[in-house]
């Protein structure tokens, strides 16, 4: 049982650091959307935006445990998060920047504002949600409870890694621009580490009892577990040293 709880734990804090960097990103563009109001009415946009993006995290999770075990979800989710982190590197390389102008919202009134917060927040919502499904899929279940067809256990980490996206985006959002300000490799880490998710969800979806292309019990095995963890070490390693590296040099 120990051993179980600390993987949830690795997990869960696996889950913070992803959804603190990739928030970090996102709330910039959510406090430029908001900017154009008056000062009183720009927490209560982001506020009342992200309360809606949390009733549809919620939801969206409950139809997520639906559809989990369809392999189609599956490689549809896994090609999503290669693709974006393939994207975001290919975009970074050539000098791109995900950003959003004011001028995108100007002129907006404070509802419409409010609902496009909340859009995007939905959009920015599902890469992270994927990745949180992604990881808890292959948890070992922990109790008998099930929601939606999903152990209780993965369903709490699922929810868990939700609840800490809003607070990330809501409360300690700049302390991570702050953190990507000076070391801004770790965006790029970020999204290696989705990317990675992605294969192990590739992985799930090859080893689905439906295709058989890859080994069930493989898709499952301690093996894999250790290669995943090992890998994403691995990237997480090198990204703060290149980081680091890359922030002495500019300090020189």
């Keep these: 049982m120990e051993a179980i709880l600390l993987e949830y734990l690795w997990v869960l804090l696996v889950l913070v650091a992803l959804e603190g960097l ?17 000062k009183e009415q720009q927490k209560k946009a982001l506020f009342y935006g992200l309360v809606g993006a949390f009733v549809f995290r919620f939801a969206a999770l409950f139809m997520i445990t639906l559809l989990v075990d369809v ?14 982190a393939f994207k975001h590197i290919y975009d970074q390389r050539k000098g791109k920047e995900h ?19 909340e859009l995007a927040d939905i959009a920015f919502a599902v890469d992270s949600m994927l990745a949180a499904v992604a990881l808890a899929m292959t948890l070992p279940h922990l109790g008998a409870m099930e929601i939606g067809g999903i152990n209780g256990g993965q369903f709490g980490v699922m929810l868990a890694g939700g609840i800490v996206g809003i607070i990330i985006m809501r409360f300690a959002a700049h302390k991570f621009v702050k953190l990507l300000e000076k070391y801004p490799q770790l965006e790029t880490t970020a999204f290696v580490i989705v990317g990675w998710v992605g294969v192990k969800l590739t992985v799930l979806t090859l080893a689905h009892k439906d ?42």
């Design 211 to 252: 295709l058989g292309i890859l080994p069930y019990d493989f898709a499952h095995s301690a093996e894999w577990k250790l290669i995943f963890w090992a890998v994403l070490l691995g990237i997480v390693a090198v990204g703060a040293l290149i980081s680091v590296k890359k922030n002495k040099a500019q300090e020189a």
């Design 99 to 117: 950003s959003l102008e004011p001028e995108a919202t100007k002129g907006s009134g404070f509802w419409m504002t409010v609902l496009k917060v």
């Design 71 to 84: 392999w189609q979800i599956q490689a549809l989710g896994a090609a999503y998060l290669l693709f974006i």
């Design 22 to 38: 990739l928030a970090a990103d996102n709330a910039v563009v959510m406090a430029v959307m908001v900017k154009h109001l008056p």
